[in-house]
């Protein structure tokens, strides 16, 4: 049963764009949400995290939203730039341990 | 080594044939995780360490699949009986203890059942 939900399955922005994905998640025990950023080839870098009791976090370019009541968040890239192309995922966590549980994965391209 | 390493970068083996796919953690690091990546779609978890036992082996998909972490660093994935549907990227991260802390993923073993 998939836990994570995560859109769109794909997207193309202009270079200095705002990307956003989206993930809404199920089990409300989850406390730990981090964006991976990954590119072929390579394992999955963690991007930036949030726990449920922010509703916002700004890392350099990159904001999580997060809303609890929706059980939903999302990931937005400021001034996109090509090198922003890549596979991203949303995940979540419970309280205990780093056990994963991974959306499905956005293919970002941003075009120059 | 400075990150997670990863060995063999790619394997190709034939079905029904027995493989091992081996993880070098950071070292330090206590907490170690496999997780299983098919084309197009996220990692799904396999099986978490805790030093040198299995706390969390929920994700192994049948008794086909082993893992095992004698020493509490390197730890080996092993696939018995190969199917073409273990064809994957099986990708090892590691943490500096269980819970809330970054994990950190290797470039992954790209396992091809032909």
């Known amino acids: 049963q998939q836990q994570v939900k995560q859109s769109p399955q794909s997207l193309i922005v202009q270079k200095g764009g705002i990307p956003i994905i989206n993930c809404a998640y199920e089990?409300?025990?989850?406390?730990?949400f981090p964006w991976y950023q990954q590119f072929p080839g390579k394992g999955p870098a963690l991007l930036i995290a949030i726990r449920p009791d922010v509703s916002e976090k700004k890392e350099g370019r990159f904001t999580i939203s997060f809303n609890k009541s929706a059980k939903q968040f999302s990931l937005h890239i400021m001034d996109s730039q090509p090198g922003d192309s890549a596979t991203y995922f949303c995940?979540?966590?419970?309280?205990?341990?780093?056990?994963?549980?991974f959306g499905a994965g956005t293919i970002l391209r941003v075009k120059s | 080594g400075a990150g997670v390493s990863q060995t063999p970068s790619n394997k190709v083996t034939e079905k029904g044939k027995y493989v091992e796919l081996r993880c070098d953690p950071i070292s330090g690091h206590t907490a170690l995780y496999w997780y299983r990546q098919s084309l197009g779609q996220g990692p799904e978890f396999l099986i978490y360490f805790q030093g040198t036992g299995a706390a969390d082996d929920s994700g192994l998909p049948n008794d086909r699949f082993f893992a095992v972490r004698p020493e509490g660093s390197v730890s080996t994935l092993k696939i018995q009986r190969t199917e073409r549907g273990d064809s994957a990227v099986y990708l090892c991260?590691?943490?500096?203890?269980?819970?809330?802390?970054?994990?950190?993923f290797g470039q992954g073993t790209r396992l091809t059942v032909v």
């Open positions: 991260a590691s943490s500096l203890v269980g819970g809330r802390t970054e994990a950190f």
């Open positions: 995940a979540a966590s419970l309280e205990y341990g780093n056990k994963l549980v």
């Open positions: 089990n409300t025990a989850f406390d730990y």
